[in-house]
């Protein structure tokens, strides 16, 4: 299994980011997916978490400017950033529990960071 991130880049502060994450491999089902972000010097934070069933959890330095959204028939998940800060500037990486086929038990699969710059 493996995950590709995209849609990072550099934004002004007050723009907006839509970044995706794509699974691959042979995959039977997801349960949550999400979003960290880890910003140079700091520990690694969620930033976003969508269980299999649509509920979602932020943290709370971007409640009300983040959405994160999935389509399991494209096996993506998605996380749209409005009203971007310079405090969002983080490489962000997005996860996800996989069922493998053939296995009982999801595993966490993780896709490689994908930067998020907040400047003028």
């Known amino acids: 299994v493996q995950l590709q991130a995209s849609g990072g880049g550099l934004v002004q502060p007050g723009g907006s980011l839509r970044l995706s994450c794509a699974a691959s491999?042979?995959?039977?089902?997801?349960?949550?997916m999400g979003w960290y972000r880890q910003a140079p010097g700091e520990q690694r934070d969620m930033v976003a978490v969508?269980?299999?069933?649509?509920?979602?959890n932020y943290a709370d330095s971007v409640k009300g400017r983040a959405t994160i959204s999935r389509d399991n028939a494209k096996n993506t998940v998605y996380l749209q950033l409005n009203n971007l800060k310079s405090e969002d500037t983080a490489v962000y990486s997005c996860?996800?529990?996989?069922?493998?086929?053939?296995?009982?038990?999801?595993?966490?699969?993780w896709g490689q960071g994908t930067l998020v710059t907040v400047s003028s």
């Open positions: 996860y996800a529990q996989v069922v493998v086929k053939g296995q009982p038990y999801p595993h966490v699969y």
């Open positions: 491999g042979s995959i039977f089902s997801f349960a949550d």
């Open positions: 969508i269980t299999s069933g649509g509920t979602t």
